[in-house]
Every structure is written in structure tokens, then in C-alpha cells.
């Protein structure tokens, strides 16, 4: 028998699960892996509706059991058990007690999707039924978002009969070495005005640093309070920045919203708030107001920190390279990036001809994003890294799934959108066994209920997965 809710133990319960090290090679033993479970909305026969968060550790993640998430409301829906397990080498769940090269090699996808075979299979969960719910017996629902979203459709193409369906919101399914699109969408959706002065400011700051004029170089670095920067291509890429923080909006963020506020800074005269025109204010007011913009938060960004340890990226003895301690989530994500997946949110290449938002300095070409790769994982890079993502899309389906019973949400104003089923010019269709919905909702906004109270197209498209999880679960033989 189910218990009552007030007899449930509190969302944040961890649970541990004894996860083998190596799917290739058991002998090498277990691990302890992290997980949150709630049979609040069980009922018997009803499915297991599990989530992982991915790229980050599980702590704060609980929420993904209520019905405040899209995991929990199929979950309540579907009268299932809610599951959040944390992704192997982030947060508690490291098979090494560190994170040098040599224990980041079984850090990969096809681990990660072993994981969840295995676990499906073995854990014993915490209610009466809890070792009787195994995938050959009850219907397993998979959800996720960006990563976790992409792991979701990874797990159904390459294990067909695991899960029986998936919901996988803002999924970056196609692997791109060369991800410059990742600013089209912000590019695309921000303000007109901030977008036309931050391009002029951009195509200064390439014509200055890619230019011969010492003093011009000399007077651009000290406008930004970056002289001690040593590599002009660390300070054009450090004011992607202020473009990055795109990904942190919702469809409720309010004007000060770090992106808001920046493009505020650039566009509203401080004196008389008069705005400017979707032309802009133009190159000299630009400059100067982002200057001041950006030294006036220096703070937020590096801290106490001096620009050339703050921004540079060519010393090896770097943190950023050297810390190899559990927990450094940025060097155990940085691993697959520089392995498998790419996504080097650089600036667009030269035969693109609008007047872009990233500075151009910055690309595959002149390995910015390949060299710190070799930088931080010396012992498995030799030179530049450059993923075989071709490969990995062959391997885990890219644009090119068809798989049953796997909702794709997407969102127009998503960042990741060119490497989700929402990119421009790609083929595949939606249809009732494989739905595509777009919103107009950001990064992952779908896979926050109130976010759909706050945006009708959000709302919409929860109620469209909701029925089409309910009918996929019917289909249960």
C-alpha cells in the first residue's frame, strides 16, 4: 500500500544506488549514485516518470518530483512515481575521488545511458512494489532539458525498448563542433536598438584588435579596464559574457533581468530616458556606455581577480585547468564537450555577412575553444581537440530520430534552438508519435508549470505533452 502524503519523507531525501563504474567492464565495481524519489501520486500499475538534471549536481532538484515541474505533473497525472537520479561524475555521484583524465574515461554518453538501463533494472525503490517496476513490467517515462533533454532522445534511439516514453524540452539532439548559431536566436529576439549598437561595438572591437594601431589597441583595452589581458582574443571573448545571460531569461523575467539591463544601459539615455531608435544610439555612445557597463559590474564577473587571471586562457597552470577535485562541474561537462558533443559558442565565420553580435576573433579556426581543451586535458589531447560529433550523431540519431512516443518541446527564443528539432532548415516533421511544439518560451521554460501560467504558448504546449503522455501510457500493453 501507498503511504499517505503526510507519512512521505521530504522531497530532498537522498537515496543511493550502487552504480558499476564501467557497463564495459563490471569487474572494476561500483559507485555511489544520488537519487530523489516520491510515490506520492503512485498508484499501482502506474508508470516510473524519471528525470535526470544532467550537467550539474542533484542538490536543489527535489522540485522535480512535485507537480510544480512537467516531470511532476505526468508523474500526478499518470498516477506514477517521481524520480530525479544525478548524471555520474557531478555532484556525489563520482566513480573516482577526483577528476584527472584518467578516471574522466568513463565519462561518456554511452556510460550515462547505460546508467539508466542499469538503474531501471536494479534499484530497489522505497515503496511496497519498489523492486516489482522494472521497464519489462511498467511503463518508464524519460524527461529532461537541454542535455538531459538530448540524453532523453540519446536513450530511446540507441535503447528502444528502455523507455517507453520521453519528453525532452529544449534538447540539444544535433552535436555541433562549430556552434556560432548559439547567438542567433538572442541575436534574433533581443531589443533592435541594443542588437545594432552591440554589432557596431563588435565590428570596432574586431577592426581595432585585428588592426596594426598599437595606440588604438592600447587606448581599447584601457576603455575597458582590460590592459593587463595579454591575448586580444580573451578579451573578445570575454564580452560574450554579457551575451550569455540571454539563457538565464524566462517569459516572466522582469527589465531588470541581468540581459534587460545591460541592453538598458546601452539604449536609455541616463539623463533624459529618452530611448533609442532600432538604428541605436551608434558606435560612440555604444562604446562608451558598454565600457562603463562593464567596469561598473567587474565585480560580479571576476571578483577580486586581475583581468589576465580573471579572462586569459593560455596559462596551463591556470585553475580552470589544474583543478581536478570532485565537484568542479565545468571540467566534467568541459570533458564530453572536448570528447563528444562540441557546442563552441563562438563568433560566425567570415562568409556570413550580417553584422554579428560576437566578435569574429574567436572561432574553430584559430582553436580559441579546441586549445583550452588540449589545456585542460593534456594526457588525452595532444593538440587542439575537434569532437567526431558526426560520429556521435550517427551513434545517437542527431536530426535524424524517429523514435515513438518522444515529445520534442522547443522554444523559439532558446538559445540551443539550432541544435534542437526547432533549428531552421531541418527536415523532420512533427507527427503524432514523435511531436515537435514550439513556444515562444527561452531555455527549458516548458519544464516549469508556472512558466505556462505565465505564457499561453508554454501553457498550450504542456497540455498538448500532458495528453499525449496520457495516451502513450494507455498504449501500455
Not at 557497463?23 to 528525470?51: A, K, M, W
Not at 544610439?281 to 586581475?306: I, V
Not at 522547443?410 to 540551443?416: A, E, I, L, N
Amino acid at each position: 500500500m501507498t503511504p499517505s502524503k503526510r507519512d512521505l519523507p521530504p522531497y530532498n531525501t537522498i537515496y543511493w544506488f550502487d552504480q558499476l563504474i564501467d557497463h564495459d567492464d563490471p569487474s572494476l565495481g561500483t559507485f555511489r549514485q544520488r537519487y530523489f524519489f516520491t510515490s506520492e501520486f503512485y498508484e499501482p500499475g502506474g508508470p516510473i516518470v524519471f528525470n535526470t538534471p544532467g550537467e550539474v549536481a542533484v542538490d536543489g532538484y527535489s522540485g522535480y518530483l512535485t507537480n510544480r515541474t512537467m516531470n511532476g505533473a505526468i508523474a500526478q497525472q499518470e498516477h506514477g512515481a517521481a524520480v530525479v537520479l544525478e548524471h555520474r561524475f557531478y555532484g556525489e555521484s563520482n566513480p573516482y575521488p577526483d577528476l584527472k583524465t584518467e578516471s574522466l574515461r568513463v565519462h561518456t554518453i554511452k556510460q550515462a545511458i547505460e546508467d539508466i538501463e542499469y538503474f531501471a533494472y536494479n534499484v530497489k525503490f522505497p515503496m511496497d512494489n519498489g523492486t516489482s517496476v522494472t521497464p519489462d513490467v511498467t511503463p518508464w517515462i524519460m524527461t529532461g532539458g537541454s542535455y538531459s533533454g538530448a540524453l532523453t532522445s540519446f536513450t530511446m534511439f540507441s535503447k528502444p525498448d528502455l523507455i517507453w516514453a520521453g519528453y525532452a524540452s529544449s534538447a540539444t539532439v544535433q552535436n555541433i563542433q562549430d556552434f556560432w548559431r548559439y547567438f542567433e536566436p538572442t541575436r534574433e529576439f533581443m531589443d533592435k536598438n541594443c542588437s545594432a549598437d552591440v554589432s557596431a561595438v563588435i565590428a570596432y572591437i574586431d577592426e581595432t584588435f585585428g588592426g596594426d594601431d598599437e595606440d588604438a589597441i592600447f587606448a581599447l583595452k584601457q576603455h575597458f579596464n582590460v590592459s593587463d589581458v595579454t591575448h586580444l582574443d580573451d578579451i573578445a571573448g570575454a564580452f560574450r559574457n554579457n551575451i550569455w545571460t540571454w539563457q538565464s531569461l524566462g517569459p516572466s523575467s522582469p527589465r531588470t533581468a541581468t540581459f534587460y539591463a545591460f541592453c538598458d544601459w546601452l539604449e536609455v539615455d541616463s539623463e533624459t530616458g529618452a530611448v533609442a531608435g532600432e538604428e541605436g544610439w551608434g558606435l560612440e555612445h555604444a562604446l562608451q556606455a558598454w565600457g562603463t557597463y562593464w567596469n561598473s559590474t567587474w565585480a560580479s564577473l571576476c571578483g577580486d581577480l586581475d583581468g589576465e587571471t580573471c579572462l586569459g586562457s593560455y596559462d596551463p597552470n591556470l585553475s580552470t585547468y589544474t583543478n581536478t577535485d570532485v565537484g568542479y562541474t565545468w571540467r566534467s561537462w568541459d570533458w564530453i564537450v572536448c570528447n563528444e558533443v562540441g557546442f563552441f559558442e563562438d563568433g560566425p565565420p567570415a562568409d556570413v555577412t550580417f553584422a554579428p553580435i560576437v566578435s569574429r576573433l574567436i572561432n574553430v579556426d584559430t582553436d580559441y575553444d579546441p586549445r583550452q581543451c588540449a589545456m585542460m586535458y593534456p594526457e588525452a589531447f595532444s593538440e587542439p581537440a575537434h569532437p567526431d560529433v558526426d560520429q556521435t550523431n550517427k551513434l545517437y540519431g542527431g536530426w535524424n530520430v524517429t523514435t515513438e512516443r518522444l515529445f520534442f518541446a522547443v522554444g523559439s527564443r532558446d538559445p540551443w534552438r539550432e541544435a534542437t528539432f526547432g533549428a531552421n532548415g531541418i527536415a523532420t516533421e512533427s507527427t503524432d508519435r514523435m511531436p515537435i511544439v514550439m513556444s515562444d518560451g527561452f531555455h527549458c521554460s516548458d519544464l516549469s508549470i508556472a512558466q505556462g501560467a505565465t505564457d499561453a504558448s508554454i501553457g498550450d504546449l504542456q497540455k498538448q505533452a500532458l495528453a499525449y503522455m496520457h495516451d502513450w501510457v494507455a498504449e501500455w500493453k
